[in-house]
Nanobody
Framework: QVHPVESGGGSVQSGGSLRLSCAASRNSDPRDCLAWFRQAPGKEREGVAG???????TYADSVKGRFTVSRNADKTMLYLQMDSLQPEDTATYFC???????????????????WGQGTQVTVSS
């Protein structure tokens, strides 16, 4: 079992931008769901953005209009462009991959097969 590898985290000031990358580290499956989750200290992990099996992007309400999720054609790379970052975006961001079908409705609810180690994003005010 090979885990995804995230990169691109760091520290920025409020209003700044970061771009996260995730290498899926496995041969892709046409059904793959790819998603970004985050977890802040003392809080539960939450879905941030992802792309379902059909290629539809889904976003959490808290990041709509600020974050953009994308992937390459063969589903081996997932990206998260984060603009207008706010202190409440501070968290460890995880990449998740699932080799089975998913839809926008359950993108953040399903059990993911592969998880990365996470990359830290810190936004100061």
């Amino acid at each position: 079992q090979v885990h995804p590898v995230e990169s691109g985290g760091g520290s920025v000031q409020s209003g700044g931008s970061l771009r996260l990358s995730c290498a899926a580290s496995r041969n892709s499956d046409p059904r793959d769901c790819l998603a970004w989750f985050r977890q802040a200290p003392g809080k539960e992990r939450e879905g941030v953005a992802g792309i379902d099996s059909a290629g539809t992007a889904t976003y959490a309400d808290s990041v709509k209009g600020r974050f953009t999720v994308s992937r390459n054609a063969d589903k081996t790379m997932l990206y998260l462009q984060m603009d207008s970052l706010q202190p409440e975006d501070t968290a460890t961001y995880f990449c998740a991959v699932r080799g089975r079908y998913c839809s926008p409705h359950d993108l953040f609810k399903i059990e993911y097969t592969y998880w990365g180690q996470g990359t830290q994003v810190t936004v100061s005010s």
